[in-house]
């Protein structure tokens, strides 16, 4: 299990150079992408999701490039987007269970997997209100009751705790490191107490270059300097 | 200022959305079909059977009253505030915090609609005028034209324009019922106010103008009789009767300045309706916050659940079990006119068409594509397929539900394939049509409106349309012609949208 991207480039309209030319490896773990606003790491999630065609450059999966044939990496892929969203028609349970089919699981345990799930992160009281009336707060814990309920190889999560209180957070914490040896896990966040819960290592991103890349031990060092900020150790 | 500000920040936003340069071209292209000839064989405005004619004075009164007749029909829904929109974005929000009185953030709103459906009547009405130039040469009088064509359609595009943003802040986020109230609304008003008023007395709500120039015509050729707008067919030995069109007096002007007064108060009226502190999605979901989470609640989870590549099949068959579970009364709609279609098939085939013509604008709006947020479509562009698929997924789902019901048609009546099939095609040109500019251009109200219109010339005018994509008059060749065409357009148009996207 291993995922590679070699020579990654993004240019968008107007020049733009979102990514440029990147190259890293990824195995088995969580790796935590770190970086000020506009460095380039929801474009690299973006693009890992293929959601987003690179100019140039390939996201190696397995021996296949994903750059080119993208369903080779979404059949083992989860991407949970900034501010996740869903039909505000669908109720949670049924949003859930409509995200599982389309994965291939079977109906049954499609059902079974997303209440088990949503009673994990506290909705299971709210499983059947349409997702229109939801929260940000309580959008966010359906992110992680999504995350919860596949058996996928690569999850990319996009700022995941933003707007979770203490709690949820907890949860998530727990629910990634319980799930992080099995699977290839990439963390963007700018959240310091996150990453140095989750990630394995650190990989710091600067106007579309990485800047470095380092193991959990030098997170708060690289945290200060990608940030420019004085930390206490 | 901020009032100022506010329209011209809403109608620098509405004016960049693709949909609304399709509205312009659309609406004007119809325009031209508004002034017939003198060798068609149709008019758009008669007096018990007996069409009118007359110059460029006539030209402008004529079509200013069936363009904002037709017109103001479906921009009750494409000229709204977008108030309904930015509550479903979460960017009312902002604009709530904003240090702007009530009163200017719905006027400065309905400014902008107003200011929309000024362009649109005045593109309407250059394309029209060009064609008239062209047509008439040195006879043509552009002053007249337009002069007519402005005083009777710009008011009522204001009021269309005022009720639009009332019906967008009261229901807008019911959109079932928008639809609905609106069109039965916009019918009833139009009824109650215009041809039904005295034929020598200007109806102060007259909003479509129709009183001003039944009296206007009253006066002038002393003949009280009421006229009838729409596009009509001449009987056999009725002879035309010739008209120069508004002059206009003084009273008119007034009738129609009193239009644009009105919407200004409805403006006021709708400010005060406007609930500035309780946004929809805030309400609704403050209810009841979520359950506490305990740190030990992971244990309950067993191992997830593994699933299998999907094949295109095996996706449609899912998308499918999903929205007929979502949507039973439409499915049972459906299934009602799977079984109509099969005993009317040969008795009742035009009404058969006609409302089987009705089901995608209704299943369309189950899918909740059109204003569905960025990460959605990035959660589903991450699966099997991108977006491509995802998106060729559920029209092919669309396809299968308007268009089973039509197959009792051939059913029912097997010696007569080609309407069946000219009917089916006609239902993937809407389809098409549909799906590109509500799904993918986001400009769900206006795909409706046109279709919705659209469907009303070909199923109950008098008059052949141009292209009668559904087979209901006659399948031609240029049926066929004009639905495979419509297709293959729109999947071009579709797939170098998506690809844009990403």
């Known amino acids: ?233 | 200022m901020k009032l100022l500000s506010i329209a011209a920040g809403e109608l620098r936003q509405r004016l960049r959305e693709p949909g609304f340069l399709i509205l312009l071209v659309a609406l004007a292209t119809g325009t031209t079909y508004l002034v017939p000839a003198p060798t068609d064989s149709y008019s758009t405005l008669s007096l018990a059977g007996n069409s009118l004619y007359g110059g460029s004075a006539y030209a402008g009164t004529s079509a200013g009253l069936d363009f904002a007749v037709f017109a103001g029909w479906f921009c009750i829904f494409a000229l709204n505030g977008g108030f309904a929109r930015d509550d479903r974005t979460r960017l009312s929000e902002l604009f709530r915090a904003q240090p702007v009185a009530t009163i200017a953030l719905v006027a400065g709103r309905t400014l902008a609609s107003w200011a929309l459906g000024a362009i649109l009547v005045i593109g309407a009405m250059v394309l029209l005028g060009v064609t008239l130039a062209f047509r008439e040469g040195s006879h043509f009088e552009p002053f007249a034209y337009a002069r007519n064509f402005s005083l009777i359609a710009f008011p009522t595009m204001c009021f269309a324009a005022s009720i639009a943003v009332l019906l967008d802040i009261t229901i807008g986020r019911f959109r079932g019922l928008l639809v609905t109230a609106g069109l039965i609304g916009y019918i009833l008003l139009l009824s109650l106010t215009g041809p039904a008023s005295s034929t020598t007395t200007r109806s102060p709500l007259d909003f479509s103008g129709f009183s001003t120039v039944q009296a206007e015509f009253s006066h002038d050729t002393g003949n009280p009789a009421a006229l009838s707008a729409g596009l009509m067919v001449e009987p056999p030995g009725k002879k035309p009767i010739y008209w120069y069109g508004l002059k206009p007096e003084a009273a008119t002007v007034l009738q129609r300045a009193s239009i644009i007064g009105l919407s200004a108060i409805l403006v006021v009226l709708t400010s005060l309706l406007y609930r500035r502190r309780t946004s929809t999605i805030v309400r609704a979901a403050s209810v009841r916050g979520a359950r506490p989470i305990a740190a030990s609640s992971l244990d309950t989870i067993q191992t997830p659940p593994s699933g299998r590549a999907l094949g295109f099949v095996a996706r449609v068959a899912t998308e499918l079990v999903f929205r007929i579970r979502r949507n039973p009364i439409r499915a049972a709609a459906g299934l009602a006119l799977f079984v109509f279609a099969i005993l009317g098939a040969k008795l009742a085939h035009h009404w058969v068409v006609t409302v089987a013509m009705l089901l995608p604008l209704w299943w369309v709006r189950a899918f909740d594509e059109s204003l569905r947020p960025k990460s959605l479509d990035e959660t589903l562009g991450a699966f099997p397929g991108g977006r491509v698929g995802e998106n060729a997924t559920k029209i092919a789902v669309l396809v299968i539900l308007c268009v089973l019901p039509l197959l009792g048609l051939a059913i029912g009546n097997p010696s007569d394939p080609a309407t069946c099939v000219a009917a089916v095609l006609g239902i993937g040109a809407e389809l098409a049509w549909l799906t590109t500019v509500s799904w993918l251009l986001r400009a769900e109200l206006l795909a409706l409106g046109v279709a919705a219109l659209w469907w009303y010339v070909i199923g109950f005018n008098e008059v052949p349309p141009p292209v009668d994509y559904a087979g209901l008059w006659n399948v031609t060749n240029a049926t066929y012609v004009a639905d495979v065409a419509f297709v293959v357009v729109a999947f071009f148009t579709g797939r170098l949208l998506l690809l844009r996207r990403g």
């Open chain 1, 1 to 233: 299990m291993e995922l590679q991207i070699r020579g990654l480039r993004k240019v968008f309209g107007g020049g733009k150079v979102a990514l440029d030319g990147i190259d890293l490896q990824f195995t088995a773990g969580v790796t935590g992408l770190v970086g000020p606003n506009g460095s380039g790491k929801t474009t690299l999630l973006r693009l890992l999701a293929t959601t987003l065609a690179p100019n140039a450059g390939q996201i190696v999966w397995n021996g296949i490039d994903a750059a080119k044939h993208p369903d080779a990496l979404r059949r083992d892929l989860l991407y949970v987007p900034q501010n996740f969203a869903g039909y505000p028609s669908f109720s949670a349970q049924e949003f859930l269970e409509y995200l599982a089919r389309l994965r291939g699981v079977a109906s049954a345990a499609a059902r079974k997997a997303a209440t088990d799930a949503l009673e994990v992160v506290g909705l299971g009281d709210d499983r059947k209100r349409r997702l229109g009336a939801f929260t940000p707060g309580m959008m966010q814990r359906l992110s992680i009751a999504y995350a919860l309920q596949t058996d996928a190889k690569v999850v990319l999560l996009d700022e995941p705790t933003a707007g979770l209180d203490p709690g949820a957070r907890r949860l998530f914490s727990n629910a990634i490191r319980k799930t992080a040896g099995e699977r290839i896990t990439i963390l963007c966040t700018h959240i310091l107490e996150d990453l140095e819960a989750l990630a394995d290592r650190i990989v710091a991103l600067r106007a579309g270059k990485v800047a470095e890349e380092v193991s959990r031990d030098e997170l708060r060092r690289v945290y200060a300097d990608v940030f420019e900020l004085e930390m206490a150790s």
